[in-house]
């Protein structure tokens, strides 16, 4: 049994995840804190460090959220590109930049991407562009880490749980159960997996 | 002949890119402004515009410029990587959503990446994560532009002229002549290629 930090634990990328660390004692944090065991922005490092300061010693983090602006190009401002990029991207480079401070020798890191960087829709264009950053970010850190440290990164499709909210701007996609996303986030967790891009598509 | 603006017209990049311009009319611009016939600071947006108001009519872009931060993963600071991200990745994207609006019909833009984000190197991650940024940029925005606008983006490994500058950071890369480079971003500016990633490796 690992002690494992969820992040996002009550948003649905939180649950999906949930299902994979039935086998963990399971430490959960959001930004609002609401329902959770701690709070924690990860827009803030700040926020992030004070978060591992309090939370002590544990074997793994577990990354579902990097809140994105949803905007066709044109007319999308520098402040909405820039505050996807400081959530998704900044955000998860600083969980595992600090985190990797506190984390146990060989624990790991599972960030999350998506699958528009590969599958383009319409007014996606900054979750896209991040989940590339943090896909390559994942290989790329991985070769970097010290003590045996894991980084991987969960690039999912769409879940059914949130098809009603997203499945009208994503035509022709297949939603996938968030049990089998959770399963994504187990190889990462429990697996040996390493610098991996864990692709959840249907 | 088309009007094309070469961004880091006196850098070594910005140098390989010209030899593959000599059909056109090539008006220059750098940060220094230095011996080029404009200045620009692709990391303010208000730089950006004054330029393209300045600049008038034009129908091709072609930058060369992308300033990366080279550092171990975990000695970088959250500076560090705001200052790559606001150079290579978000100076880029604001070329392109600035550009798009005086560019003329059926203009194309041309964007560098670079090949470390399928290379990987020590040092080079904030570059790499960057790359990666811009290369499903150019895939994702050039289904969203207008008036028949083109966006591709040149992915190179390292110059010949630029070898004794980085040939110790990277053993066993084979770099490549700056003419060859030249040919990938004429392919992109005489060409009909939109939404691509030209590749020059060796």
Chains 1, 2 share one sequence.
């Not at 959530?87 to 991407?113: A, C, H, W």
């Not at 499945?167 to 997996?193: C, H, I, N, T």
Request: net charge negative; proline share 3%; hydrophobic share 45%.
């Amino acid at each position: 049994m690992k002690k494992v930090i969820l992040i996002g634990a009550q948003g649905k990328m939180g649950q999906a995840a949930l299902t994979g660390l039935g086998n963990h004692q399971v430490i959960t944090a959001s930004r609002s804190g609401k329902d959770c065991d701690y709070q924690i922005d990860i827009t803030d490092e700040n926020s992030i460090r004070a978060f591992f300061k309090k939370v002590g010693s544990f074997d793994a983090v577990v990354n579902t959220v990097g809140a994105c602006e949803y905007e066709h190009f044109v007319d999308m401002s520098e402040q909405q590109w820039l505050s996807t990029i400081m959530s998704k991207m900044m955000g998860q480079i600083n969980l595992v930049r600090i985190g990797q401070e506190y984390i146990n020798d060989g624990g790991s890191f599972t960030l999350i991407s998506g699958i528009l960087n590969v599958k383009p829709i319409p007014l996606a264009i900054a979750d896209a562009v991040t989940s590339s950053a943090i896909d390559t970010f994942a290989k790329c850190v991985a070769l970097e880490m010290p003590r045996n440290i894991r980084v991987n990164v969960v690039n999912p499709t769409v879940l059914e749980e949130a098809w009603d909210v997203y499945g009208e701007m994503m035509p022709g996609f297949q939603p996938v159960p968030g049990k089998l996303v959770g399963k994504a986030f187990e190889r990462s967790v429990d697996g040996f997996l390493n610098g991996e891009v864990i692709f959840v598509d249907a």
